[in-house]
């Protein structure tokens, strides 16, 4: 595919965007930026925008084979990824299957309690705010997004953790959550969008529950480099 990179349009916490001389792609740039805590704590994990770009990839292309539509188009380089250009719904999309996190805290549950069904759950993007919970209601009300458009993420977001669920299985790691995103196409469809990765999964080895995602940097917990390239290399050797 011969696209040619323009003018930077964006730079998020992890990835730059980029426009191209298509209107209907961007070029994405992973980096090895790390932050937490609503920016609150910075860092660098090395290696971390090639592995994040190359897993995403797979990811979203394991995803299409499994009928889920993203937005993946082409790798072009290491750390570089031609995507459909959509307008990104401004929602978090969590799914959780074992209790950790921010979930944990909220309700006063222990970290790797097995919930007894998976659970989505909404945040707003916006920073300011510190991407605060919103229902249902509160994003039709707000106009965030429509009822159909919430039907196509719900359905979509329960797909998605089918399908890594098991992959993940798999290579003996269980997922724990999960956050992606959800653009629109200019015909209005939804599709997959951001990434999946070790910054917005959790990852613990099934036999062992050993992290093997963010929340090492997040917690200061040391290996931060090797979790990623342990993740990746599974990946590789399945
Ligand atoms: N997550 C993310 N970006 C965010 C917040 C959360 O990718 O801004 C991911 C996170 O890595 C985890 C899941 O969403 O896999 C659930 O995160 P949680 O709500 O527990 O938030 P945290 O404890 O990370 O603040």
Same mark, same amino acid.
């Given at each position: 595919?011969?696209?040619?990179?323009?003018?930077?349009?964006?730079?998020?916490?992890?990835?730059?965007? %980029?426009?191209?001389? +298509?209107?209907? %792609?961007?070029?994405?740039?992973?980096? +090895? +930026?790390?932050?937490?805590?609503?920016?609150?704590?910075?860092?660098?994990?090395?290696?971390?925008?090639?592995?994040?770009?190359?897993?995403?990839?797979?990811?979203?292309?394991?995803?299409?084979?499994?009928?889920?539509?993203?937005?993946?188009?082409?790798? *072009?380089?290491?750390?570089?990824?031609?995507?459909?250009?959509?307008?990104?719904?401004?929602?978090?999309?969590?799914?959780?299957?074992?209790?950790?996190? &921010?979930? &944990?805290?909220?309700?006063?549950?222990?970290?790797?309690?097995?919930?007894?069904?998976?659970? *989505?759950?909404?945040?707003?993007?916006?920073?300011?705010?510190?991407?605060?919970?919103?229902?249902?209601?509160?994003? *039709?009300?707000?106009?965030?997004?429509?009822?159909?458009? *919430?039907?196509?993420?719900?359905?979509?977001?329960?797909?998605?953790?089918?399908?890594?669920?098991?992959?993940?299985?798999?290579?003996?790691?269980?997922?724990?959550?999960?956050?992606?995103?959800?653009?629109?196409?200019?015909?209005?469809?939804?599709?997959?969008?951001?990434?999946?990765?070790?910054?917005?999964?959790?990852?613990?080895?099934?036999?062992?529950?050993?992290?093997?995602?963010?929340?090492?940097? !997040? !917690?200061?917990?040391?290996?931060?480099?090797?979790?990623?390239?342990?993740? %990746?290399?599974?990946?590789?050797?399945?």
């Amino acid at each position: 595919m011969s696209i040619k990179k323009l003018n930077q349009i964006y730079e998020g916490k992890a990835k730059k965007v %980029f426009a191209t001389d +298509d209107p209907s %792609f961007y070029i994405v740039e992973y980096k +090895d +930026d790390a932050t937490a805590f609503n920016g609150l704590k910075h860092g660098t994990i090395s290696g971390k925008g090639v592995i994040n770009n190359k897993m995403s990839n797979a990811m979203f292309s394991l995803l299409e084979k499994n009928g889920v539509k993203t937005h993946f188009v082409e790798q *072009l380089s290491d750390r570089e990824t031609v995507v459909k250009a959509v307008k990104i719904v401004p929602l978090e999309i969590i799914i959780r299957n074992v209790a950790a996190g &921010s979930f &944990s805290k909220r309700y006063g549950v222990e970290e790797g309690r097995e919930l007894k069904c998976p659970t *989505l759950e909404f945040s707003l993007k916006d920073d300011a705010l510190n991407d605060p919970l919103i229902n249902d209601s509160h994003i *039709l009300a707000l106009g965030v997004a429509t009822e159909k458009e *919430l039907d196509d993420i719900r359905k979509m977001a329960f797909k998605v953790n089918d399908v890594l669920k098991e992959f993940f299985a798999s290579i003996g790691v269980k997922l724990i959550d999960f956050k992606i995103e959800a653009g629109r196409l200019p015909n209005g469809e939804i599709i997959l969008a951001d990434e999946i990765s070790p910054d917005t999964c959790r990852f613990w080895d099934a036999k062992t529950n050993e992290k093997l995602d963010k929340d090492r940097f !997040r !917690r200061d917990l040391g290996g931060v480099e090797e979790a990623y390239q342990e993740i %990746f290399s599974r990946i590789n050797n399945k």
